[in-house]
């Protein structure tokens, strides 16, 4: 299997979103003494560690959507390799023999290339969409 892909696709995706340090960010970041903290600092201090953890679990799902997909793909191209009926003539039973077999390996490495596939899309329409708007929305709160 290729697992160097889906690692490069999980990558390539995290480093699109990129980061980058706001004003209130790099005042945190600053040594503060502990009776100048303010409670909208401690605020800050969450939402930017929220930030981090949503952005880590936005590539760890698209990481697994991504590998969702690739598999779908390698078990859709594994499932052509079987060819039935097989060549014309009696030495195997048309029905209730090898061929019978051989059809059943076929559709049902389809069904789960299938179940994959639809896996790898559900985890990208509502896991990840859903974490994309909640980065968002942090982010929103920490302009």
Do not use: C
Request: charged letters at 25%; proline letters at 2%; zero cysteines.
């Amino acid at each position: 299997m290729n697992h160097d892909l889906s690692r490069a696709t999980s990558v390539s995706r995290a480093s699109r979103q990129g980061s980058s340090v706001s004003r209130s960010q790099s005042l945190i970041k600053k040594n503060i003494a502990p009776h100048d903290l303010q409670p909208s600092d401690v605020l800050i201090e969450r939402f930017v560690a929220w930030k981090a953890i949503v952005k880590q679990l936005i590539a760890y799902f698209e990481g697994i959507a991504d590998i969702e997909n690739n598999t779908a793909k390698e078990l859709t191209r594994l499932g052509a390799v079987i060819q039935v009926p097989f060549r014309a003539g009696n030495q195997f039973l048309g029905e209730g023999g090898l061929q019978d077999i051989y059809y059943g390996i076929r559709d049902n490495t389809r069904i789960i290339a299938d179940q994959h596939a639809n896996l790898g899309r559900t985890i990208d329409s509502s896991i990840v969409q859903h974490l994309q708007k909640l980065r968002a929305e942090i982010k929103a709160h920490l302009r």
